[in-house]
């Protein structure tokens, strides 16, 4: 086979473990999405502030201490920063 030829079939199999990874990665992420919504729940119902910095600071400490890597733990912080953005606005929508 030309050089060409198995760049592009190794390129493709990454991006088949990729595209498989990533519907793993939106299942999770729908399923945090519906745990954020009960959450939001009990809080609209007790009356308590959907933003809550302690407890944000408490997820960014807990996913830094299992970040296996190669992610350094500040990179790993921002995608949680956006993730737990996009959370605490679905909980403000209703
Ligand atoms: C989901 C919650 O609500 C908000 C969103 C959080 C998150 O997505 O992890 C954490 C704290 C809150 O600001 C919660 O209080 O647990």
Known sequence: MSETGSTELELADWRTKIDAIDEQIVKLI????????????????SGLAVYEPQREQNVFDHVKRVNPGPLPDQEMQHIYERLIDVMRSLQKKR
């Not at 729908?30 to 119902?45: L, N, P, Y």
């Open 30 to 45: 729908s399923e945090r999405a519906a745990a954020a919504t009960a959450i939001g729940e009990i809080k609209h119902r």
